[in-house]
């Protein structure tokens, strides 16, 4: 049983353009969860889906962050236009319900220069 | 609002010491779920326990153990005869479950330096 799936797992892009950060749950797991961690900081949630639906956004950015977790493929958190302060490592975990232990990928580095 | 606090922002130990990751967490609902993960180097995250609000009992895992104490809303976590390997920033986390969906918050965390 594959654990959460990340890719890429490290990402550069330069400032303006966007970032798709792709995550696959372990199998039968149906709830995905987006955390960012900034150097030296613990990680903050973002975004919180089950298939086909966002459940919690609070975390996210109005702007230029979306996420979606399609009937069919990966979880997707997508960075439009990124700017510097975007640059920091963004984790997937997923669960078979909520509350249960969340599983945590490895995570995507996100690099902008 | 639920907060975690983990005051110890590095420690430094000996091989072989015990040593003691505190955390302190804040929380409104009587229901909820606390969670201590390690990230070692590498940068992945590593599930090591979760514990319900009803549930105080000490759990023991090998080197690792865990006391929970609600009355001063506390979930430490003690490794015993620490190794190098125990190097890695260790968190801990808080669930509520009575206002509706609420995902993990995480503490800053604790940077274990294990030194042989």
């Known amino acids: 049983n594959a654990g959460v799936m990340q890719n890429p797992r490290h990402l550069v892009r330069r400032r303006g353009q966007e970032a798709r950060l792709r995550c696959s749950p372990m199998?039968?797991?149906?709830?995905v969860y987006w955390y960012r961690q900034l150097p030296e900081e613990g990680l903050k949630f973002m975004v919180y889906?089950?298939?086909?639906?966002?459940?919690?956004e609070s975390g996210m950015p109005k702007e230029r962050f979306s996420a979606e977790f399609p009937k069919e493929g990966p979880s997707i958190l997508r960075i439009q236009q990124v700017v510097r302060g975007d640059s920091a490592a963004y984790f997937c975990?997923?669960?078979?319900?909520?509350?249960?232990?969340?599983?945590f990928g490895q995570g995507t580095r996100l690099t902008v220069v | 609002a639920q907060k975690v606090t983990q005051a110890q922002t590095e420690i430094s130990v000996v091989e072989k010491e015990d040593v003691t990751l505190d955390c302190v967490y804040e929380?409104?609902?009587?229901?909820?779920?606390l969670f201590w993960y390690k990230q070692p180097p590498s940068g992945e995250l590593v599930f090591l326990i979760r514990?319900?609000?009803?549930?105080?009992q000490n759990e023991i895992s090998g080197r690792y153990s865990w006391n929970f104490q609600k009355s001063t809303s506390s979930f430490n976590f003690t490794i015993t005869a620490s190794q190098v390997v125990d190097s890695a920033v260790y968190f801990c986390?808080?669930?509520?479950?009575?206002?509706?969906?609420?995902?993990?918050?995480f503490g800053k965390g604790t940077r274990l330096s294990v030194i042989a």
């Open positions: 986390a808080l669930s509520e479950t009575n206002s509706g969906n609420t995902p993990l918050v």
């Open positions: 199998k039968g797991h149906s709830h």
């Open positions: 929380t409104r609902d009587t229901t909820y779920y």
């Open positions: 514990r319900n609000s009803f549930d105080e």
């Open positions: 889906l089950q298939k086909e639906n966002i459940i919690d």
């Open positions: 975990a997923s669960s078979p319900k909520l509350y249960t232990e969340a599983f």
